[in-house]
């Protein structure tokens, strides 16, 4: 296969049949200004040639050191099929329209949440959200919720991908896909 996302597809079916949980989970590193590389889990909620999609609040950790260096590297580990894929390359802002559309599909109380998580900031108790997220709850009583304007997505732009299978003596397979203009280079790399 030429294709990169094309396999992609074809792993991540294989993926949602076989993970017992959250087949779309990713691990998404960043380096902000000081260096320090930083990583954590989120979920995809979209996929192409044009990237892997995620949401997440903009004035986290992740948002300011995407703000600072728009650049990203994701993981797929897949340990039910024992495989990873690996997916490097720089980072744009979803179009405001596409993450109102995501925002408007989740549930209340995850729309809430958006709302009153001042996500990565420090947290005196626990008694101190949860009274945010009733006042947001007033709030809002009786309408829709809106995106709130520090939450929105952020689009990974693959410039290389990698694909990595389980073999028997750890003689794994790893398959690694280049953009090159509008196509993709493929080749090996040694395990
Ligand atoms: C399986 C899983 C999925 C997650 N998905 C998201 C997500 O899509 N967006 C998000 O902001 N945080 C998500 N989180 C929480 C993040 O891992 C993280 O705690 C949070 O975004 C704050 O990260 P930061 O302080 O580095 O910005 C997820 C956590 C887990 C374990």
């Given at each position: 296969m030429t294709d990169p996302l094309a396999l992609f597809d074809e792993w991540f079916a294989e993926a949602r049949t076989a993970e017992i949980n959250d087949p779309e989970a990713m691990s998404l590193a960043t380096v902000g200004?000081?260096?320090?590389?930083?990583?954590?889990?989120?979920?995809?909620?979209?996929?192409?040639p044009e990237g892997f999609v995620f949401y997440?609040?903009?004035?986290?950790a992740k948002g300011e050191q995407l703000r600072d260096n728009p650049r990203a590297g994701l993981l797929f580990h897949w340990k039910s099929l024992r495989r990873q894929v690996r997916v490097e390359g720089p980072?744009?802002?979803?179009?405001?329209?596409?993450?109102?559309?995501?925002?408007?599909?989740r549930g209340r109380d995850s729309q809430i949440g958006a709302w009153a998580s001042d996500q990565s900031r420090t947290l005196d108790s626990r008694g101190t959200f949860e009274a945010r997220f009733e006042g947001v709850e007033r709030k809002f009583d009786g309408q829709d919720i809106p995106r709130p304007p520090h939450w929105g997505g952020y689009r990974v732009v693959p410039e290389r991908i990698e694909f990595w299978s389980d073999r028997p003596h750890r003689l794994h397979e790893r398959r690694?896909?280049?953009?090159?203009?509008?196509?993709?280079?493929?080749g090996l790399l040694y395990p």
């Open positions: 200004s000081d260096g320090q590389p930083s990583v954590r889990m989120v979920l995809m909620k979209g996929h192409g997440t609040n903009e004035q986290s980072v744009e802002r979803v179009p405001g329209g596409d993450a109102d559309a995501y925002f408007a599909s690694l896909f280049t953009r090159e203009g509008d196509s993709w280079r493929a």
